[in-house]
């Protein structure tokens, strides 16, 4: 609010909309748009997300550092997590780090565990309110409005992905609502893949671990990525089409 | 009768002293709201449909943000905030003087957005660091 020109406001935030475009004007009215895939487009004001979409996300676990946590920080600062509950099991797990060991040699590989963004969601298959429920573009989300804090979908849920706010909040961030008596889990960033930007965790990984994009468009980074390299579905028995993929385990 | 006419008078002076609070409708008894309008005249309606329909603009656009993915709708809970967030404490909540709070404690209507959405206009929250 310390912005109080509201000249001034329109403006920013119209340069920021081209910026998150990645438009280059040439001239008035006439556009150069950038072809790089790291920025998907901002979708315009007013529409849905479209079923043509498929988010998702690839995670080379063979470039995960052990040790290195600034996927969980970032997706903390990024969405307000910030309560440290007397009991830590308490504590909301949007995202964690795992460690795999081969009891054999001692291999050791790490990787970020989160929802998996299943196209066939338990989750939303056991949800008696409707609340959990898939977007249009593959993205697994629980509107609180109609949660009921009932805490099925985490037993559903194969990866433990969801969590159960236990607390009262204050310290929410205005574009991610949170608060005690819901369940909660990664929204793969919804409110910044809408602006046209790429979650939090792909963003500031330090290894470039992690890439984001459409897994429907077959020019995507992402499914270059799928149909060149052999990556995995964690249980792929149970079938469910899962939105985040490893590579190296 | 001496000491009456005295009672009397000094009834008299502390109605005139103190002062007159505001009142809701002709010769209503209740008290009005303290409602700051913080910046007039942008709103997405006039302040008479505001007043009726708010709940339902807000209702119907959460659902077809929440569900549908749509952004950048007129109505919506976080330009409300920025917008109405008082300048002095920078929040629509607080004992009778919050844009939101005020008017809802005097409806007694209870107001449970603030449970999850963040009342502070410009809040950037900070992660904890494990």
New interface residues.
């Given amino acids: 609010m310390s912005n109080t020109n509201p000249r001034r406001a329109f403006l920013a935030a119209a340069g920021a909309g081209v910026a998150g475009l990645g438009f280059t004007a040439i001239a008035p009215g006439l556009h150069l748009m950038a072809v790089g895939e790291a920025n998907a487009a901002m979708r315009p004001a007013g529409t849905p997300a479209s079923p043509a979409i498929r988010w998702g996300l690839l995670i080379d676990a063979s470039k995960c550092a052990p040790g290195c946590n600034k996927c969980v920080e970032a997706c903390h600062d990024e969405n307000g997590i910030s309560e440290q509950l007397p009991d830590p099991r308490q504590n909301s797990q949007w995202i964690r780090k795992i460690e795999l060991v081969d009891r054999r040699n001692g291999r050791t590989t790490t990787l970020p565990m989160m929802c998996q963004h299943c196209a066939k969601p338990p989750c939303v298959d056991v949800c008696p309110t409707g609340a959990s429920m898939k977007r249009a573009d593959g993205i697994v989300l629980v509107d609180r409005h109609t949660c009921i804090g009932c805490r099925y979908c985490m037993m559903a849920c194969p990866y433990k992905a969801r969590s159960f706010v236990h607390a009262p909040l204050t310290e929410q961030n205005p574009e991610v609502p949170r608060g005690k008596g819901c369940v909660e889990s990664c929204t793969l960033c919804v409110h910044r893949v809408d602006k046209g930007q790429q979650p939090a965790c792909v963003e500031k990984c330090p290894e470039g671990a992690m890439t984001f994009g459409d897994l429907n468009d077959p020019e995507s980074a992402i499914s270059k990525r799928i149909a060149a390299a052999n990556t995995t579905q964690v249980r792929s028995d149970l079938r469910l089409d899962l939105g985040v993929r490893y590579q190296g385990i | 009768m001496k000491l009456l006419r005295i009672l009397a008078t000094l009834l008299f002076a502390t109605a005139a002293v103190s002062p007159a609070p505001t009142f809701a409708g002709e010769g209503g008894r209740t008290p009005k709201p303290t409602v700051t309008i913080e910046t007039p005249g942008?709103c997405v309606a006039p302040a008479e449909e505001m007043r009726r329909n708010h709940m339902e603009m807000l209702k119907h656009q959460?659902?077809?943000t929440?569900?549908?993915?749509?952004?950048?709708?007129p109505a919506s809970l976080?330009a409300c905030?920025?917008c109405h967030?008082s300048?002095k404490t920078?929040t629509v909540l607080g004992d009778g003087t919050g844009f939101c709070q005020s008017c809802h404690e005097y409806a007694a209507v209870k107001l449970d957005c603030f449970?999850?959405?963040?009342p502070k206009?410009?809040?950037?929250?900070?992660?904890?660091?494990?």
């Fill in positions: 942008k959460r659902d077809r929440m569900r549908a993915g749509i952004r950048g709708e976080n905030i920025e967030a300048k920078g449970e999850c959405h963040q206009a410009g809040f950037k929250a900070a992660g904890v660091k494990q």
